[in-house]
Nanobody, 123 residues
Framework: VQLQESGGGSVQTGGSLRLSCAVS????????MAWFRQAPGKEREGVAA????????FYPGSVKGRFTMSQDNTKNTLYLQMNNLKPEDTAMYHC?????????????????WGQGTQVTVSS
């Protein structure tokens, strides 16, 4: 399982970014794929997940309506479109894959992670 993020950067409040995650084909046999973020001194937070079987998507209230997760199977790539960004969205963003059910976002337990891409939102 391989995951590699790209697309992070610095934007001002209200701006947009689109993150990409290149995944190996085997990753599509996972139960869930997701995006997480972690800011210094804070716990990891799931911000978007997709159930690969049902195609359902999940978002926490903190990003719902602003973030959209999608996938392009022809390119083996996941995307996270982030609009109306706020300073509190500043974090390292990771894509992840799960092959087990669990209690994390989307009802899965994530064990495979990319190295992350930094997003910084200035006021």
């Amino acid at each position: 399982v391989q995951l590699q993020e790209s697309g992070g950067g610095s934007v001002q409040t209200g701006g947009s970014l689109r993150l990409s995650c290149a995944v190996s084909r085997y990753t599509y046999s996972s139960y869930c794929m997701a995006w997480f973020r972690q800011a210094p001194g804070k716990e990891r937070e799931g911000v978007a997940a997709i159930s690969t079987g049902a195609g359902s998507t999940f978002y926490p209230g903190s990003v719902k309506g602003r973030f959209t997760m999608s996938q392009d199977n022809t390119k083996n790539t996941l995307y996270l479109q982030m609009n109306n960004l706020k300073p509190e969205d500043t974090a390292m963003y990771h894509c992840a894959a799960a092959f087990d059910f669990g209690l994390e976002l989307g009802g899965c337990e994530y064990k495979y992670w990319g190295q992350g891409t930094q997003v910084t939102v200035s006021s």
